[in-house]
């Protein structure tokens, strides 16, 4: 399975446009654990990856990469 989640969030950034910083403070985590995830250094928590979901009101299955829109 390949996992899209960078570049997926950078999408969803892009289409809600919305920084690093800003996206951070709308979910509750820090500024440096966005730039991670995107940078692919790390991957989202299930407990990130539901605040992502609900956010951006998206399937988890389509951060991950396991669905398309």
Known sequence: MNILVPERIKGLM?????N???????I???QNT???????KKQPSITS?????DYFEVDIDYI??????
């Open 34 to 40: 966005i730039s991670a995830w995107l940078l692919g």
């Open 20 to 26: 690093q910083v800003r996206l951070a403070d709308k």
């Open 14 to 18: 892009k289409e809600n446009n919305l």
């Open 49 to 53: 990856l539901w605040l992502l979901a």
């Open 28 to 30: 509750g985590v820090k």
């Open 64 to 69: 991950v990469g396991r669905k398309d829109y």
